[in-house]
C-alpha cells in the first residue's frame, strides 16, 4: 500500500513538472467583418462603385447621380440597353439591390444633359477630399466646426457650373453644420457653416 501510494505521489509531481509548449496562436479578430466607411476608408468607395458596375453591366457606367454615406452608396444610372432608362442601385453590406426604376420628367435632352461617366471622379481619392473639406470647416473663419465629420456627399453634374462634375458634401460637427463644394478633383469651390 505504501509503495502505491509513493508511486501515486511520484506521478502527480510528475505530472506537475511537466509543461508543454504550444505552436498556436491567440486568434485575432477578423477585420473583414467590421463595416468600411465609404467616407473614410481608402478604397472602400470604389469597391461598392465597382459593384454597382458589375450590377448595371457597365464599366464606366453612365450616372446621373451618386450619393455616399458611411454605409452605404445610391446610384443612379443608365441603363445601358434602354439608353432613356434610369435605375436606382443601393449598395450596402457588400450588396447590390435589385435596379428600381427612377421616375423621369422634362425633356429627354436634359436628362442626357445629366450623365456623366463614373470614371469622372475618382474615388480612391475620395477619403483625402472628404478629409480635406472637413479640415476646410474645422478652420473656417468667423465661424468654424468643431470636430468635424462629413455624414455624406453626393457627386452631379452641375447646372449652375458649366457643367462640370462636382462633389457636394454634407458636414457636421457636435454645435454646427455645413457644406463644401469641390471639383472632380477635389479643389474647393465653395465652404460654408451654418
Do not use: F
Not at 456623366?116 to 473639406?133: E, G, H, K, N, S
Amino acid at each position: 500500500m505504501k509503495r502505491r501510494v509513493l508511486v501515486v505521489l511520484a506521478l502527480l509531481a510528475l505530472t506537475a513538472c511537466t509543461t508543454t509548449t504550444s505552436t498556436d496562436t491567440i486568434p485575432t479578430p477578423d477585420n473583414t467583418d467590421i463595416p468600411a466607411d465609404l467616407l473614410h476608408t481608402p478604397g472602400a468607395a470604389q469597391r461598392a462603385l465597382e459593384d454597382i458596375e458589375r450590377r448595371v453591366g457597365l464599366s464606366p457606367a453612365q450616372v446621373t447621380d451618386i450619393t455616399i454615406y458611411a454605409e452605404y452608396m445610391i446610384v443612379e444610372a443608365q441603363d445601358p440597353n434602354v439608353l432613356d432608362h434610369i435605375d436606382t442601385y443601393t449598395w450596402r453590406d457588400d450588396e447590390v439591390s435589385a435596379p428600381e426604376p427612377v421616375h423621369l420628367s422634362g425633356p429627354q435632352e436634359d436628362v442626357d444633359a445629366s450623365l456623366y461617366p463614373t470614371t469622372a471622379v475618382d474615388l480612391a481619392r475620395l477619403p483625402d477630399i472628404v478629409r480635406t473639406a472637413e479640415r476646410e470647416l474645422e478652420t473656417a473663419r468667423p465661424i468654424r466646426i468643431e470636430e468635424a465629420v462629413a455624414t455624406y456627399l453626393y457627386i452631379e453634374r452641375s447646372t449652375s457650373l458649366d457643367g462640370r462634375v462636382v462633389i457636394r458634401l454634407s458636414i457636421s460637427g457636435p454645435r454646427r453644420s455645413g457644406n463644401v463644394e469641390t471639383t472632380s478633383s477635389g479643389e474647393i469651390l465653395n465652404a460654408t457653416v451654418s
